[in-house]
């Protein structure tokens, strides 16, 4: 028996982007970023339903912004039940305190959504 599509998990492309203003901060205050990074992070793993199978960091190649999307600074590649968990893993970036500002002023997101491509024998 095979899953029919509405059972099946979506697979989902987090594409993350550093900004400008995580690269203006004083050195002092980029711990927190971080920190609301790890946190983050953990918010998508930690939703349910989710599986993530895999993340690429590419921060040592990819140095300083990303403002347009592409190139992204990390990627993180996972299943999860239903659009509505994507959103939700979307909304982390908006949530999500750093002082007295929110993720978002520090890095973006975009979901790219699709099915599982599935390579034939």
Do not use: H
């Not at 099946?8 to 004083?26: H, S």
């Not at 190139?71 to 509505?84: E, G, H, K, N, Q």
Request: charged fraction near 20%; hydrophobic fraction near 45%.
């Amino acid at each position: 028996m095979t899953d029919s599509p509405s059972t099946k998990p979506l697979r989902v492309l987090f594409c993350g982007a550093v900004l400008q203003n995580f690269f203006d901060l004083p050195a002092a205050e980029i711990g927190k970023v971080w920190a609301a990074t790890g946190e983050m992070l953990r918010g998508i793993r930690d939703l349910p339903g989710v599986t993530v199978l895999g993340t690429l960091d590419d921060d040592e190649t990819m140095v300083g912004t990303s403002p347009n999307g592409w190139p992204w600074t990390f990627y993180i590649l996972a299943d999860v039940p239903d659009r509505a968990t994507a959103v939700a893993a979307c909304n982390l970036f908006r949530t999500i305190e750093v002082g007295e500002y929110r993720l978002w002023k520090y890095m973006r997101v975009e979901a790219r959504i699709g099915r599982e491509l599935v390579i034939p024998a």
